[in-house]
């Protein structure tokens, strides 16, 4: 398992991207499961994941309501059972997934550990 971004809600993609030391963008795509706009961004060593909730029904809008920002940590596994075991490891909630992840290319599951954050899991293949 390895850090395979760190997610970040927004309310404008580009006026965030324009206060980033570091702002290559690898791909962007609108997500009709999510409801929103999705930037992914080298970030160097890990990518960062920008979300840019786009109606009332995104999975992300009331966390932008409340001020947006750091929203997940992702990390990349080998297959569902691999993420199933470390939720079931670290004691965490299931929130969400699998869900179909178009701009990582492979598929997700989000959970909610135990200091009530996000945490994904994504998988290839």
């Not at 160097?44 to 997940?72: A, D």
């Not at 299931?94 to 989000?110: K, M, Q, S, T």
Request: aromatic share 8%; proline share 6%; glycine share 8%.
């Amino acid at each position: 398992m390895r850090i395979d971004h760190i997610g970040f809600v927004v309310a404008d993609t580009e006026a965030y991207l324009g206060h980033l030391p570091m702002r290559q963008v690898l791909r962007t795509l609108y997500d009709p499961i999510q409801k929103a706009q999705l930037t992914l961004v080298d970030g160097g060593t890990t990518r960062i994941e920008l979300i840019e909730p786009r109606s009332e029904e995104s999975f992300t809008w009331n966390f932008l309501q409340k001020g947006g920002g750091w929203h997940h940590i992702c990390y990349e596994v080998d297959n569902l059972v691999a993420a199933q075991a470390a939720m079931k490891e670290a004691r965490m909630i299931p929130v969400r997934g699998p869900l179909p992840a178009p701009l990582l290319e492979g598929e997700v599951l989000f959970a909610r550990n135990r200091n009530r954050e996000m945490v994904e899991f994504l998988w290839r293949g």
